[in-house]
C-alpha cells in the first residue's frame, strides 16, 4: 500500500498534476470509488461529480465521469467550476450515493486533488477512505479502468451535465435572511482568491442597499501574488490594504473550492481563524438563540470550550479534518463544527465545511449587532477573555521526517517559555497545556510534508516564545 502514488490525507487525496496527479491515477480514484459504492449497494444511485478552478479540473472530472459511466452508475456532471459544499449540496437535493470533486482546495498551484464525498454529503470517514484506498493497489496494477467517451456517455444518458447552484442558493436562503442582508447598507469586500466561490456573495447580495465589491473573480489557476488559496494573512494582504481605503465595514474571503472563509476587520487587519470560530458560535448562541452542541478539532480554540461553559451546551474535541468533525456533528446534532483551517459546519445544512455560509453568518452578524467587526471581537473578548494565536510551518524532507517525528515523540517538557506543562495528549499530534495560559501543538500534515506548530495563549507577547520554544523542542 506505501508504494502505490495515491495517498487520502484528511481530506481526499492532492498531488503535484502531470507527476503523480494523472489521469490515470484520477481514473485509479474514479474505479476504486464505483468498488466502494457497489459494496455499499449505492452504486443505483446518481452520482455527482463536481471540480473547482485550477489548471484542467474539468478535464480530470469528465475522466471520472467516463469510468464512472463505463461501470453504468448514472452521473451528474456540474457544468461549470463549482465550490466543494455546493458538490457536497447535491447530494442530498439529487439523493446520490455520493461524489467526487476534483480540487486541491487551498493547496499551491502545482496541486490538484480528488475528493471523495459520501452519501451523507460531508467528508469521508476514516472507514470509508481506507475501503477506498483498499482498492487501489489491484486496480493500479491491472489493467486500466473500462472507459466511456463523454460524448457517448452524454449521448446514453449515463452522464448528464447540471447547474447545481439553484437548489444550493435556496438552501442558503433558508438559513440566512439575505432580504435583510441586502439592505442592511454594508460594505462589503470579496477576495475570491481566483477560486471556484468567484461570484456567489455578489449574486446572492445584490439588489439592495449593502454593496459587495470582489477581488479576484476571475480564473488563473496560476494564483498569481499569492503563495496558494488559502485565506489567511500572508495570502489576503491586498484586501487587507483595500478595506480600510476604500471605507469597506469588512472583507470576506473563500479558498480555492471555497470551503473555507477569511475575516477582515474594518481597519484591515485579519481575524484570525480561531477568532473566527469563536466569533460564529457566539453568534448563533447569543444572536440567533440557538442551543445545541459544539465540535471542534484539536487545533482550534478553547474560547468555544468558555462559550460552551457560559451557555450550557456541551463541547466535544476531535482530530482534525472534517473526516472526523462530520461524522461527530452528525452523531450529536452539532450546532457547529469547526477547525483551525477556517471551515465550518453548521446545523440544517450539511455536515461540511461552508465558507459561503460561513461569511453570509459572519456579514448577518454584523447586520444584526448594529458592530463593526473589531467591535464584535471586543464584544467576544468581554465574555471569553482574550486569545492570541498563530501557527508555523516547517518544510521537511523525507529524510528529515523521521527524525524530527521521533524528536516529538520523546518530548517531555516540564515547561515551554517559563510556563509549567500541566498536561499532554496525543489526540492528533503532540499537544502540551500551559497551565492555564493555553496550549502549543506539534503536528505532521496529512496533505503535505510540512511540520506545524501551534498556540494559542493569554497574552500576544507569549505567541512568539512559545512558537519557537516549540521549534527547539524538535529541533527545526
Known sequence: MSDIPIKFGTDGWRAIIAEDFTFANVRACAAAVVRYLRRRGLAGRPFVVGYDTRFASEDFAAAVAEVTAAAGVRTLLADRPCPTPVVSFAILERGAGGAAVITASHNPWRYNGFKYKPEYAGSASPEIVA???AELPDILSGAPPARLPLPEAQASGLVTTFDPRPGYLARLGALVDLDALRGAGLRVAVDAMYGAGAGYFPELLDGGSTRVVELHGERNPAFPGIASPEPIARNLQELCAFVPREGFDVGVANDGDADRVGLVDERGRFINQLQVFALL?????????????????VTTTQMVQRLGEHYGVPVYETQVGFKYLGPKMLEVNALIGGEESGGYGFRGHIPERDGILAGLYLLDFVARAGKRPSELLDELYAKVGPHFYDRVDIHLSEEDRPKVLARAQAARPDAIAGIPVTATDTTDGFRFVLDGRGWLLLRFSGTEPLLRIYTEVDDEALVSR???AGRELVGV
Open 466 to 468: 512559545v512558537l519557537d
Open 131 to 133: 475501503a477506498i484506498e
Open 281 to 297: 458560535t457566539y453568534y448563533l448562541l447569543e444572536y440567533r438563540g440557538e442551543r445545541g452542541p459544539i465540535v471542534k478539532s
